[in-house]
């Protein structure tokens, strides 16, 4: 069985985009935060907000390559006989969501 073929970001174009803006609004959010620590007068739960917003920003990301792995590796992996292997590679990611 040939693992580089199903080893490869096969994003859908809209949906390698989607991640891309999601992370650059991260980033944007992660530098904002950055200034936020250099300003004695922000409150510490202000802080602790916009952490929690970037958590939910980055498990959306997240959440956008697994659907696209679920549907381009893993629906296909009966037909190529790669089962376990992409069942070990989910229960890896998984036991980190």
Known sequence: M???AHHCLRLDPDVREDARRRL?????????VLRMLEDESIYCVDV??????????????????LR?????????A???????EIV??????????
């Open 48 to 65: 602790l907000k916009q952490i929690k917003a970037i958590d939910g920003a980055l498990a959306k990301v997240g959440d956008v390559v």
């Open 24 to 32: 650059l609004s991260v980033r944007g959010h992660v530098e904002g």
């Open 88 to 97: 070990d590679e989910l229960m890896e990611v998984l036991k980190y969501r």
């Open 2 to 4: 040939d693992h580089a």
């Open 68 to 76: 696209s792995h679920l549907r381009s590796h893993v629906v296909s």
């Open 78 to 84: 009966q037909q190529r006989g790669d089962v376990p």
